[in-house]
Nanobody, 126 residues
Framework: DVQLVESGGGLVQPGGSLRLSCAAS????????MTWVRQAPGKGLDWVSVINSAGSRTSYADSVKGRFTISRDNAKNTLYLQMNSLKPEDTAVYYC???????????????????WGQGTQVTVSS
């Protein structure tokens, strides 16, 4: 079975850092682009970042550019999101998702994804 399991969330003070991980199983991570998306309470999906299958191309939402870094280790079948300079508005449940192809196009369109993790909570508060 295809599985995506996020970890690394928690409570952090503003200005702090967290590193999220997404462990993939049941498929070969290296042939898919992958994304991180978040959802705050009562709000819709907020597309955070995407990376192509080789890890050679990335894109970020303007709200996280310069603060977050997406990466992947295909040998370990794991996707990462390094989050620095966290702000209260970053509070959300963070999900990883599998894009349907190695290269991404409309990465902010949920119809282009076919597998999702269960999410990990990130809370930024003093």
């Amino acid at each position: 079975d295809v599985q995506l399991v996020e970890s690394g969330g928690g409570l952090v003070q503003p200005g702090g850092s967290l590193r999220l991980s997404c462990a993939a199983s049941g498929f070969t991570l290296s042939i898919y682009a992958m994304t991180w998306v978040r959802q705050a309470p009562g709000k819709g999906l907020d597309w955070v970042s995407v990376i192509n299958s080789a890890g050679s191309r990335t894109s970020y939402a303007d709200s996280v550019k310069g603060r977050f870094t997406i990466s992947r280790d295909n040998a370990k079948n794991t996707l990462y999101l390094q989050m620095n300079s966290l702000k209260p508005e970053d509070t959300a449940v963070y999900y990883c998702a599998r894009y349907k192809a190695p290269w991404y196009g409309r990465w902010y369109d949920r119809n282009n994804y076919d597998a999702w993790g269960q999410g990990t909570q990130v809370t930024v508060s003093s």
